[in-house]
């Protein structure tokens, strides 16, 4: 069974910085893509960034310049490291994981229960 658990999302003032991490653990043949995706009240859940098993990553524009996506294949882990947080960037962030359970199985999309970050003076 996989598991994805995120941790690091709390209560930041504006202009602050915050790090999200997502732990991967379980049955696990390979990890592809990593991403981290967020959804605010009355708002459509929207891709963050995303990075590649080989280390590419790709923006949301809103984002761009302020947060960073990082990955530890050692550790199955993912972050994501936001400065210069606006109040915009509130929201439920969530991570995923694309991977193989076992070598002959087709990858599938794993999602984390979510980490609340709340950007408020």
């Known amino acids: 069974q996989v598991q994805l658990v995120e941790s690091g999302g709390g209560l930041v003032q504006p202009g602050g910085s915050l790090r999200l991490s997502c732990a991967v653990s379980?049955?696990?043949?390979?990890?592809?893509?990593m991403g981290w995706y967020r959804h605010a009240p009355g708002k459509q859940r929207e891709l963050v960034a995303t990075i590649r098993s080989g280390g590419s990553t790709n923006y949301a524009d809103s984002v761009k310049g302020r947060f960073t996506i990082s990955r530890d294949n050692a550790k199955n882990t993912v972050y994501l490291q936001m400065n210069s947080l606006k109040p915009e960037d509130t929201a439920v962030y969530y991570c995923?994981?694309?991977?193989?359970?076992?070598?002959?199985?087709?990858?599938?999309?794993?999602w984390g229960q979510g980490t609340q970050v709340t950007v408020s003076s």
């Open positions: 995923n994981a694309g991977l193989a359970t076992k070598s002959y199985n087709p990858p599938s999309i794993y």
């Open positions: 379980g049955s696990i043949f390979s990890i592809y893509t």
